[in-house]
Structure formats: C-alpha cells, structure tokens
C-alpha cells in the first residue's frame, strides 16, 4: 500500500482519482445530470487508465518477454475494451464501432505522429527500429482489409437483407484476425525475437512494483474502471447531445483519447527521452491491438452480453480514415528516421479526421 501511495504522490496525473469517488456519489445523487456526469466520468478514466497501465507493466516486467507481451496484448487496451463492453451491453453499436476506428486512428496518426513531434523538438533526427514499425504496420493493413471486406459487400443486391450473411462473415474475420494477432506475437516474441531488439530499453533502470501490489491494483481498477464505464455510456448521449457532438464523434475522439490517456503519458516521455524505438512500438503496437484482438473480441462478445449480435460493418468513412491512417503510418515508419515536422503533418491529418467527424456526422446521425 505504501508503494501505491507513494506512485500516485509523485504522479500528478493519478491525483485525479479523487474524481472517481465523486463520480460514484454524483451518480448516486443525481443521476438525471447526464451532462456532468459525462465529465466527471471522463475526469475519472483517465487516471484510472494511468493506474491501469502501470500495473500491467508491473506484472509483465515479472514474467518474461513471451508471457509479458501476452498480458500487455490483452491488457494493455482494457480501458477501451471496458468502456466498450459496457456499451455493447446497452445496445450503443454506434459507439463502439466509432471507439474501435477511433482508437485504431487515434494510435496510428495521432500518438505517433505527437511522439514524432515531441522527439523531434528536442533532438535534430531520431531514429528506430524499423522492424517493429514494419510488423506492425502489416498487421495493421490485414486488419483494415479485413474491416473493409464487411462494409465492402453489404450492399450487394443478392444478399438477403437481414444481416445474416453478414454476421457469419464478421465471425469468421474476427477468427482470422485473431489468429494473425496470435502469430504476430509468435513471430516478434518467439522465432524472431532478435530483430525487435532494441538498444533504448537497455538503460531502463524504472523500478517496477512488487507483483502482489501490481495485481491487486489491477484487481480493483478493473472493478472501478468497469463502474465508471456504466455511467459514462450512461450519460454519453445526452451529454453528447448538449456539446453538439454525435455518437460516432464521441466514440471517435473522445473515447478514443480518454482511454489512451496513459499510453499518451508513456509514449510522449519515451519519445522526449530520445527512445523513439519504445514509443513507435507502443503506438504502432497499440493500434494494432485494437484492430486484430480488441474489435474481433467484441464482435465474438456480442453474443454473450449485446442485446444482439454485432457485425464489423462500418461507415464508409470510417474505414476510409482507418485505411489512410494505416497507409500513413507505414510510410512515415517505413525509414526509420524522423523528425519534427513529420509529426505536425501527422497532427494536422488528425485534426482533419476530427473536424469532417463533427462537421460532417454518419448518416442517421445528422
């Protein structure tokens, strides 16, 4: 407990879980402010995530490179895959098709594309691995092939327009995404592992938290992440509704961003550091999560906890910006050398995704 206490002194940004506990009574006491109940929500996932994310690094810095990157796989995208549980299960579609793109974008444009730039600020030309950023951005395009295959199909004037056909198609992708996922991480952890070596992790002298301490805070933040998450989907659409913002905009930015609150936090001081190899690998890597475990995952949850089965047909849009973001991100990686300006232009393309989002929201949602 000592241990704990002492992280979030020294950290200000999980100082912000005192919102947790005024989110719960907020709830508690006024449950029609739908609106403040929204912002102190997302106040309260961000540290959460934080709190979250060290102690998955925690637990996996004490178990081997095989098993560690196997938990950072499935835990290190909890928040997002909390938030869209919770979603799923209040029939909020929209929502988490918009947070799994989101998040895809969000990691391959914006984090790296700010690691870039903040890197670059500091140091004239940094460079990195490429083999990481190549096996990523691979993974990525299969994963956005197989998000276009649904959406690419549905419209077909010979298929039966009850959605059958392609809920079977969505299931068998969800497989086969996950399957490339588990021999991602054979090929990078296991046969291949050399190539991914990297001279930035050598100097790594942070000390990690006991494994009890680490797996207890895992424990409860899970349990505290998965509460807030209930209130946030709760109150997302009226709030959303009051600033102006659609569904799809929420899922899009807004959850996208709060859940990789403390990814940002790790990636951003990685870069500043001069270890461009850790922060490519935690946006690049993150990206690719969510497009072969976390959205496949959901779509097999689905069955289990949504009042119906969901499928991976998204708006055209969103695959559109999932597509450029993937193409984007392979070619600005695919030298391992950057600087400052490569991450502004990046910024500015998600800036542009953002606003056409907003201006512009899916159709039945205008």
């Not at 929500?41 to 994310?53: H, N, T």
Request: aromatic share 8%.
């Amino acid at each position: 407990m000592q241990t704990l206490l002492r992280e979030i002194r020294d950290t200000p940004l999980l100082w912000m879980l005192v919102f947790v506990p005024i989110v719960l009574v907020a709830e508690a006491a006024a449950p029609h402010s739908h609106t403040l109940l929204f912002v102190l929500a997302v106040l309260a996932i961000v540290p959460l995530a934080a709190l979250l994310s060290h102690a998955t690094e925690a637990v996996a810095a004490k178990t081997g490179d095989a098993v560690g990157g196997l938990l950072n796989a499935t835990l290190g995208n909890l928040t997002e895959l909390i938030i869209a549980i919770a979603a799923l299960r209040a029939g909020q579609y929209m929502l988490v098709k918009a947070s799994i793109a989101g998040a895809i974008v969000t990691n391959a444009v914006f984090m790296l594309g700010a690691c870039l730039l903040l890197g670059g600020l500091r140091y004239h030309v940094q460079e990195y691995n490429r083999a990481g950023a190549r096996l990523s951005s691979g993974l990525l395009l299969m994963a956005t092939v197989a998000l276009l295959a649904p959406s690419a199909v549905a419209d077909l004037e010979h298929l039966p327009q009850d959605g059958g056909i392609i809920h079977k198609l969505s299931v068998g992708i969800s497989v086969l995404l996950i399957i490339a996922y588990g021999l991602g991480l054979l090929f990078s952890l296991g046969t291949h592992k050399e190539l991914f070596a990297s001279t930035d992790h050598g100097d790594d002298k942070e000390a990690h938290w006991p494994v009890g301490v680490a797996a207890g805070t895992l424990l409860v933040v899970t349990v505290l992440v998965a509460l807030v998450s209930e209130i946030f989907v709760e109150s997302v659409q009226k709030a959303a509704e009051t600033f102006g913002m659609s569904p799809a905009f929420v899922g899009f930015i807004v959850v996208s961003l709060v859940g990789a609150a403390a990814e940002f936090a790790v990636a951003f001081g990685a870069a500043r550091k001069n270890r461009l190899d850790m922060a490519v690998s935690i946006a690049l890597g993150s990206a690719s999560q969510i497009a072969l475990f976390v959205a496949p995952a959901l779509v097999l949850l689905s069955y289990v906890v949504g009042p119906k089965p969901m499928d991976l047909q998204f708006w055209p849009g969103a695959v559109t910006m999932v597509m450029i973001a993937t193409v984007t991100s392979a070619f600005v990686t695919a030298s391992g050398r950057s600087a400052w300006f490569v991450g502004a232009l990046m910024i500015l393309i998600y800036a542009v995704f953002a606003l056409t989002l907003y201006v512009v929201p899916p159709a039945g949602e205008g």
